[in-house]
């Protein structure tokens, strides 16, 4: 699959997202999809279809534990699911812009 990627490895454009994309990006950077993810991906894309912006960590940790309750909407849980930046590769796997507030 050819993916039109930014330098750090975010779609250029998000409406090329599909799920097979999202395993391809999820390949690229060595993450195995379980359902776990694709829970906090597609809820990514629906809040930012919704709000039309992307929440600063804090904000997204308090998002998934109004979603889906305090067990899931932790940093522990969500750092386990992406080790280097909960919220930089729940974006970048749900084909969304780079948050502002990553590096």
Same mark, same amino acid.
């Given at each position: 699959?050819?993916?039109?990627?930014?330098?750090?490895?975010?779609?250029?454009?998000?409406?090329?997202?599909?799920? $097979?994309?999202?395993?391809?990006?999820?390949?690229? /950077?060595?993450?195995? *999809?379980?359902?776990?993810?694709? +829970?906090?991906? =597609?809820?990514?894309?629906?809040?930012?279809?919704?709000?039309?912006?992307?929440?600063?960590?804090?904000?997204?940790?308090?998002?998934? $534990?109004?979603?889906?309750?305090?067990?899931?909407? /932790?940093?522990?849980? *969500?750092?386990?699911?992406?080790? +280097?930046?909960? =919220?930089?590769?729940?974006?970048?796997?749900?084909?969304?812009?780079?948050?502002?507030?990553?590096?």
């Amino acid at each position: 699959m050819d993916l039109n990627l930014t330098e750090q490895g975010f779609l250029v454009c998000s409406s090329d997202w599909n799920e $097979a994309v999202a395993t391809e990006l999820a390949i690229l /950077n060595r993450v195995t *999809l379980t359902p776990a993810h694709w +829970e906090i991906v =597609l809820f990514m894309r629906e809040y930012y279809a919704r709000f039309n912006y992307l929440p600063n960590t804090r904000i997204f940790v308090k998002a998934i $534990a109004n979603q889906f309750g305090i067990e899931k909407g /932790n940093s522990r849980y *969500l750092q386990n699911l992406f080790p +280097e930046s909960p =919220l930089k590769y729940a974006c970048l796997l749900a084909g969304l812009p780079k948050p502002p507030t990553c590096l």
